[in-house]
């Protein structure tokens, strides 16, 4: 567990949201412009495959970038 906590404590948190059309666009931008994430999500995958899956339970997606790459993620996630 102490790799997982000091992959993440060089990292900073830059968008959280339980909407998938945002999380495609986040990570649509970031890709386009290069900014390398770690993306860690979490939710329900109970009834997996089913369009009711995630009722009630959201998947929560949290995308993380190197403290270096901080400005340059927060300009991709601002382009329209």
Do not use: C
Not at 7 to 27: Q, V
Not at 39 to 57: A, E, I, P, T
């Amino acid at each position: 567990m102490g790799w997982l906590r000091s992959l993440f404590s060089k990292r900073k948190l830059i968008y959280s949201t339980f909407n998938e059309a945002d999380y495609m666009s986040i990570m649509n931008k970031l890709d386009a412009e290069g900014v390398p994430y770690v993306l860690k999500s979490k939710g329900s995958s109970m009834y997996l495959g089913s369009q009711w899956s995630n009722l009630g339970n959201p998947t929560e997606y949290n995308f993380y970038v190197r403290v270096e790459d901080e400005g340059r993620a927060y300009k991709a996630i601002n382009q329209r």
